[in-house]
């Protein structure tokens, strides 16, 4: 594996994560997880000292144990969500911040969870587009994740209960402990996804494989994420000289490690439980596209697609029909209009919290505030410029920071929603709602 750091810095690298997990996880990792973390000291102590008295050289170094790094990393990935799963994200990150003494932005201590805790949850529940995530652990929302598909009732879909069930717990294990991008949010994306579904024509328009394929896109559009955005990454490749492709860094990363997550476990390959090879490409393309989808540098591209669209699928509707509105149009029989509306779906659904009911929507604003601010901490740590609108000042400029997003982004895109389907026109509504208290809130 080629590294674009140098020996030295590689072998701190390695030393860094695993002297985290010493002093922050080892008391809590169980038998089998502190005889891995052995292991992986033994092997850090003898390369590292291979390295030292020249026994190896940096290109032996990079050969051989070239995915150490990248190894030790998912271990503490994953160790970090079996030592949290049965804590709610926001409960652990609240943990490993008092652990790392990461400082917090005011309005984190903001966020309001006064919701019940339900004992089952049921249909209405997962229909509720105001739904309270941040009080189910991971294990109770891959849980709830998997109960989306058996309320869905698609018969057409021959994977086994158990295999989906497997996959799922999979992707809630390779999410990190972020304060926004973790499997809160993706399931939070999954299940306004599927209440959009049954409440509305969108049932009606794409099939089974299709609907079942952007939901599993959503549950892993951000897998790994570790609460950096696609400008964090550009400029540290470019700081510290590292060949990598501009566009949609995260959002290809995302994709890689969903396939590697099937690739690695044949009882994750959901794949082989379809008919035939068409099926299998279909859903692979949407399950790729949706995520490239939740790229915020296509959002303009496609809501000005998106506007053009809905006009004309309006005017044929209204009985204007000619070659231009009918090629332009929306129809259920082409298959990449389904394909684009499910995208749509699930980049409005990734940036949905002002759908919300207000305290909610600040609930997820609070924590992405936390996330932005993080972010510029990092920055300024490898010397690269800060992202200034991403730190957090003042009550005043973050709720203005929160219309102009709400406002210029989220609305546009939900309200041609709404007149594609009229059944979800109610979340544009509360989204002008929750403009008019950020309103009166600026006022004060």
Request: include cysteine; aromatic fraction near 12%; charge should be neutral.
């Amino acid at each position: 594996m080629q590294n674009n750091k140098s020996a030295t810095e590689y072998l701190d690298s390695i030393g860094q994560q695993l002297d985290f997990i010493d002093q922050y996880y080892i008391q809590q990792a169980d038998q089998n997880d502190a005889q891995v973390i052995q292991k992986f000291k033994k092997v850090y102590k003898y390369i590292d000292e291979a390295y030292k008295s020249n026994f190896i050289n940096d290109d032996g170094l990079f050969s051989v144990y070239g995915f150490f790094l990248q190894t030790v990393k998912k271990f503490k990935r994953k160790l970090e969500n079996r030592i949290y799963y049965d804590k709610t994200d926001y409960e652990a990150t609240l943990e490993k911040f008092e652990r790392t003494q990461t400082k917090l932005v005011p309005v984190y201590k903001d966020l309001i969870l006064e919701a019940q805790k339900q004992e089952r949850i049921d249909l209405e529940t997962l229909l509720d587009s105001n739904m309270i995530h941040h009080i189910y652990t991971k294990k109770e929302l891959g849980q709830f994740a998997l109960q989306l598909f058996d309320f869905l009732n698609l018969d057409q879909i021959k994977v086994p209960k158990e295999i989906l069930g497997d996959l799922i717990n999979e992707i809630v294990m390779n999410y990190n402990v972020v304060p926004y991008h973790n499997f809160t949010h993706a399931f939070q994306l999954s299940q306004l996804l599927f209440s959009c579904y049954m409440k509305s024509d969108l049932k009606k328009f794409c099939n089974q494989l299709e609907i079942f394929s952007a939901i599993l896109a959503g549950l892993g559009h951000d897998l790994n994420h570790k609460g950096v955005n696609n400008m964090y990454k550009i400029k540290k490749s470019k700081k510290f000289n590292i060949l990598t492709s501009e566009i949609a860094v995260l959002e290809n990363m995302h994709c890689a490690t969903f396939f590697n997550i099937i690739q690695l476990n044949r009882k994750h390959d959901f794949f082989q439980y379809m008919s035939n090879d068409e099926e299998k490409n279909l859903a692979k393309r949407l399950i790729i596209t949706s995520i490239l989808a939740t790229d915020m540098s296509k959002h303009a591209k496609l809501l000005a697609k998106l506007q053009k669209r809905v006009e004309c699928s309006k005017q044929f509707d209204q009985g204007q029909k000619n070659d231009l509105i009918d090629m332009q149009r929306f129809s259920n029989d082409r298959l990449e209009d389904r394909i684009f509306i499910l995208n749509i779906m699930v980049h409005a659904c990734d940036i949905s919290n002002p759908t919300m009911k207000f305290n909610n929507y600040m609930n997820w604003s609070y924590l992405l505030t936390q996330e932005f601010n993080d972010q510029t901490i990092k920055e300024a740590k490898i010397g690269v410029d800060v992202t200034g609108f991403l730190i957090y000042k003042d009550k005043p400029t973050y709720y203005g920071g929160q219309m102009f997003f709400s406002k210029s982004l989220v609305l546009p895109l939900w309200v041609q929603i709404g007149e594609l389907y009229p059944e979800l026109k109610y979340l544009s509504e509360e989204i002008n709602k929750n403009l008019e208290i950020l309103q009166q809130k600026l006022k004060q």
